[in-house]
């Protein structure tokens, strides 16, 4: 990653330009809005629900929630100290779920007040969340635990712990009965059963270093994960196969997929998101890169309209950007209170 030389307003007005060493270019986004939340300054996972059209932002020790049309804060879930990340909605219960990472808590939170009801205990980096409409539960991503703890929203208590056999970053549902987590200690794809809450499979995916984003479509039945080596890896969510390898941005931990268009996004800590067709399942296009900002790691997805959301923050300009693993840029310094949401909407 390099400092940008141009104020952040001057490189997002250039998002709609098309990137000339692309055939056809990345597909047209233009900034809809932009919210500012301010500190915290850490922020990890965006979730989008969309029956309730709200955007939920995980920041420091809170979780700021947003309507994800207009942009209006609708209020904030606090009381995590050690670090919101993860954040899973369970509207047919009235709940959502967050964490507090150091202290490898799951948190529950009343999707009206958002005022916290239960504490449940997880395990030492309690990080991602994903609910599973097949079992209705909710599994914590205890990532350098190397473990999932698995949550009745009925009871709000941790009934299983799952031995994923690697430290881990990411997961999501596949609808279907599994649970389709990143083995980035491994280099794989982990396949849970909901049902019976065991690993039934350990797809390796040796060409991904440390999986981070995970998204799918579940019509094809492809998992898109995003590594931070620079690439996406797809792989088949029935069998394990690896189907493609394609480039992507730097330093990826956000990953999407839009379903009507056919696009898959890597969010990138470099500025970009860059952005994969899916011309068939087995025929995959690299578009280019859309222009964010530096810091924009982190990304969620409207699939009904299309909308992107991604945080960044201005950086601190004389703060030396750190170097990272292989020697690759680490994560630059932002300015305390800079923390916004982009809103970024498709061409009609």
């Known amino acids: 990653m390099k400092h940008p030389t141009a104020p952040a307003l001057i490189v997002l007005a250039s998002l709609a330009a098309p990137a000339a060493s692309y055939a056809e270019g990345p597909p047209p986004y233009h900034v809809a809005k932009t919210i500012p939340l301010g500190s915290p300054d850490r922020w990890d996972y965006l979730v989008y629900d969309g029956p309730s059209h709200r955007l939920y932002v995980s920041h420091g020790d809170r979780v700021t929630v947003l309507d994800g049309r207009d942009g209006t804060i609708l209020g904030n879930v606090e009381g995590m100290p050690g670090g919101t990340h993860g954040i899973g909605i369970v509207a047919s219960a009235g709940k959502g779920y967050t964490d507090d990472g150091k202290a490898g808590e799951a948190v529950?939170?009343?999707?009206?007040?958002?005022?916290?009801?239960?504490?449940?205990?997880?395990?030492d980096?309690?990080?991602?969340?994903?609910?599973?409409?097949?079992?209705?539960?909710i599994f914590v991503v205890d990532g350098d635990s190397k473990?999932?703890?698995?949550?009745?929203?009925?009871?709000?208590?941790?009934i299983a712990t799952i031995n994923a056999g690697g430290g881990l970053e990411y997961a999501v549902s596949g609808n279907n009965g599994k649970l389709y987590v990143d083995g980035a200690e491994?280099?794989?794809?982990?396949?849970?059963?909901?049902?019976?809450?065991?690993?039934?499979?350990?797809?390796p995916i040796p060409g991904?270093?440390?999986?981070?984003?995970?998204?799918?479509?579940t019509?094809?039945?492809?998992?898109?994960?995003?590594?931070?080596?620079?690439?996406?890896?797809?792989?088949?969510?029935?069998?394990g196969a690896v189907v493609a390898t394609l480039p992507?941005?730097?330093?990826?931990?956000?990953?999407?997929?839009?379903?009507?268009?056919k696009l898959i996004f890597s969010s990138n800590n470099d500025g970009t998101i860059s952005v994969i067709r899916e011309v068939t399942p087995q025929n995959f296009q690299s578009l280019g890169n859309i222009p964010t900002a530096v810091t924009g790691k982190n990304m969620t997805i409207d699939p009904a309209m299309g909308r992107l959301y991604v945080a960044v923050a201005d950086i601190d300009p004389n703060a030396?950007?750190?170097?990272?693993?292989?020697?690759?840029p680490g994560r630059p310094k932002p300015l305390p209170g800079t923390l916004k949401i982009l809103f970024l909407d498709p061409a009609p």
């Open 186 to 203: 491994n280099k794989e794809i982990i396949r849970i059963n909901t049902a019976t809450n065991v690993v039934d499979a350990h797809w």
């Open 248 to 261: 992507i941005g730097q330093g990826t931990d956000g990953a999407a997929f839009d379903p009507k268009r």
């Open 219 to 239: 019509a094809t039945h492809r998992l898109f994960a995003s590594c931070v080596n620079a690439v996406m890896t797809i792989v088949d969510a029935e069998t």
């Open 320 to 328: 030396p950007v750190p170097v990272g693993a292989n020697g690759r």
């Open 108 to 123: 529950a939170f009343d999707l009206k007040t958002f005022k916290t009801t239960k504490r449940i205990k997880a395990e």
């Open 147 to 158: 473990v999932l703890t698995v949550i009745d929203p009925a009871t709000d208590s941790a």
């Open 125 to 137: 980096d309690a990080d991602g969340i994903a609910f599973d409409p097949s079992s209705g539960h």
């Open 208 to 217: 991904c270093t440390s999986p981070h984003g995970l998204a799918i479509d």
